[in-house]
């Protein structure tokens, strides 16, 4: 037998069963933290699908060079013709 608070007597079991109650705030203080990860993990998620999209989207556009003249001096301002 073991002695609680105040000088009561409590068994093996009762001591085992209280030692496993959790306050409220336990409870809150880890669910709180289980949305605020799971609401992280959605908003990266999020980021990346569209970062793809957009990556596709320039992936798939065709690409236009302007080479410019053959001769860079052809068009050059120094050049009276």
């Known amino acids: 037998m073991l002695t609680g608070r105040g000088g009561r ?4 079991n009762k001591e085992k069963l209280r030692a496993q109650v959790k306050s409220r705030w336990y409870y809150i203080f880890w669910g709180a933290a289980t949305l605020s990860v799971f609401a ?4 990266v998620g999020n980021g990346f699908t569209r970062m793809s999209e957009s990556l ?3 992936l798939e556009s065709p690409i236009i060079l ?3 003249p053959r001769d860079p001096w052809q068009q050059h301002p120094s050049i009276i013709r």
């Not at 007597?9 to 093996?12: C, H, R």
């Open 56 to 58: 596709d989207k320039v």
């Open 66 to 68: 302007d080479i410019g």
């Open 9 to 12: 007597v409590m068994t093996k």
């Open 40 to 43: 992280g993990q959605m908003h």
